[in-house]
């Protein structure tokens, strides 16, 4: 019996290593956050996907196959889908809505209604402009980032990685380039003139 059980463990061990023989799923990793809010979403969406190698964890594109790395792994990496969204944790529920207890996709600051009643006067809501509608899934009620499906395509994984690849090369673009230092003309010192030297007399 533990034969067996160690036999089980070996072949799990070969389909994880980096062969010719074994074909793996690509990995999708995400990373940042949902924005929930109007000022966090004025700031940016922050949410990227990124693509690696199952068997090295070498960054590929999606699609690529087999692994490109140079010390040795050129596993056959499969593309299939579908992959659990991260921005909803695989729910398919708008982030926003359940952690600003948005009912029904309304906005958190005037409950849908579209004004707030300042003074005795009411006044266009300045979180939604008047909408009364969830700013994320503007009253859509699901992920705005899977399309409420809770998984993510392959399509829509190529799509957004290509996205995040572009945005951060555009970011490294936007840098300054840093300014080259001026060196300073070396000043001379100038030379310490030594006393002259008197010309002993002679003896008499």
Known sequence: MKLTYAIVLLAAAALTACGPSGRQEGVVKFKGATPNTSLQKAKGDNRELSTYCPACGRSVDPG????????GCNIQITWNGPYPCGACKGTGRCSACYWMEQPDGAC??????????????????????????????????????????????YDLVKDRAKKAAKSSTDDEDSKPLPKAE??????KKPEEKKPEEKPSEEKK
């Open 108 to 153: 958190y600051n005037c409950k849908g209604s579209g004004n707030r009643i300042y003074l005795g006067q009411s006044k266009e809501c300045p979180k939604c402009k008047g909408k009364g509608k969830c700013l994320i899934c503007d009253d859509k009620k699901g992920c705005d980032y899977c399309g409420g499906s809770g998984k993510l395509t």
């Open 182 to 187: 001026e060196k300073k003309p070396e000043e």
């Open 64 to 71: 690529t196959s087999p692994c490109p790395d140079k010390k």
